[in-house]
């Protein structure tokens, strides 16, 4: 939209390389007019084409006495890469056509095992809010309405609708402020924002119960009009409106960025011993693409008194033939695997600091596995927190030395070669805590030995 009642059909492209805006000249369909200007249309990418469906045009040549026209129109422009030659083209379609409609959502989905794809038209306005829903299979251009089962949400328009791996999530929008009982309603009274969200499983066609935590302050609040964009598995939603009723004049715009995590993060790799000698371990572990945030925890480990009278001769665990040299953490990651207690723990920090070495004092842990990595939410009783936060890094894996250090008197322990963007958090020490320097020093058996408590 230009300017009220006046709208636009330009088609312009951004060369993302060099951040350059290029308005295009697309030629004519064969087969009739270009599309028409008109805004709340949908443009879905699918292989090198798009796919323009519906919006709402004006069929008065004078902006100021608008007059509406909800469009169901389906268009395809291709895209020649490098050729700079763009075409539409009103393709030929079977079924039937889904009712006109504009502030719609459409997304694609495609099939892992078939590897065919579909355009999911759902929701918007054509006078009323509509929650139908409809598909265009690619391959046969062929309109279906499938039957969905579950629990539909309010009807809406201006929402937004993403696809995370075989679900659509449909989030705020304006929905009717009072149902009326006709079922075919052509008009509304008053409606209003929501930010409630709504999950379509595309494989079973049901829509599914979603459980979210819902705190005080950790939802976005009501809005319409926003941007929604998929990460790995994760939703993230930006700015939006907000107006209540009919309050045209008085509506909100936001400013803020929020994000769902629809799945748990997977648990990285097992914790792997790299190196251990007598006063020091070295330990690394995969990384998870989504996690923010690694725990590792390290505990103090008393040797029976039957391991500790093993021969050399017995067997130990293997140690990687090629350690890595100059690892750094990648993106930090929360894991699932339930450790009820912990020693050292790592969790992320916005400062970025030069690897130096520091200490910090540990009170004496509960007995349990030395080594371990969890995403548990962690009692008021740790002993001793490790924040670190390192830049984004896939080339390998997260590696953290752990050292006693040489001072007995104050009996800290000592973490060194750890990579750029560690920092080092002291919490209060308690008073009825006991330093672990304060037991005997652990020796190279006992510090493999306790490498391979680490796993279960």
Sequence with gaps: MVEYGKYSNDLYELQASRWEWKRLKAKAPKNGPPPC?????????????????????????DPKNNIPRYLNDLYILELRPGSGVVAWDIPITYGILPPPRESHTAVVYTDKDSKKSRLVIYGGMSGCRLGDLWILDIDSLTWSKPSLNGVAPLPRSLHSATTISNKMYVFGGWVPLVMDDV????????????????????????????????????????????????????????????????????????????????????????????????????????????????L??????????????????????????????????????????????AGITLVPQAASLPPTTATIQVLPSIPGSPIAVSAVQRPQTVPAVLKVQAPQSTVSSPLVTVRPAMQIGKSPVTVTSLPPGVRMVVPAQSAQGTAIGSSQPMSGMAALAAAAAATQ
């Design 37 to 61: 200007p008109r805004l709340g249309h949908s443009f879905s990418l699918v292989g090198s084409k798009c796919y323009l469906f519906g919006g709402l045009a004006n069929d008065s040549e």
């Design 183 to 294: 079922k075919v309603a052509t008009h509304e009274k008053e409606w209003k924002c929501t930010n409630t969200l709504a999950c379509l499983n595309l494989d079973s066609m049901a829509w599914e119960h979603i459980v979210m935590d819902t705190l005080e302050d950790n939802i976005p609040r009501a809005r319409a009009g926003h941007c929604a964009v998929a990460i790995n598995t994760r939703l993230y939603i930006w700015s939006g409106r907000d107006g209540y009723r009919k309050a045209w004049n008085n509506q909100v715009c936001c400013k803020d960025l929020w994000y769902l995590e629809t799945e748990k993060p997977p648990a990285p790799a097992r914790v792997q011993l790299v190196r251990a000698n007598t006063n020091s371990l070295e330990v690394s572990w995969g990384s998870v693409s989504t996690a923010d945030s690694y």
């Design 296 to 341: 590792l925890q390290l505990q103090k480990y008393d040797i029976p008194a039957a391991a500790a009278a093993m021969s050399p001769a017995n067997p130990v665990p293997s140690v990687p033939v090629n350690p890595p040299k100059s690892p750094a953490p990648a993106a930090a990651a929360p894991i699932v695997q339930p450790i009820a207690h």
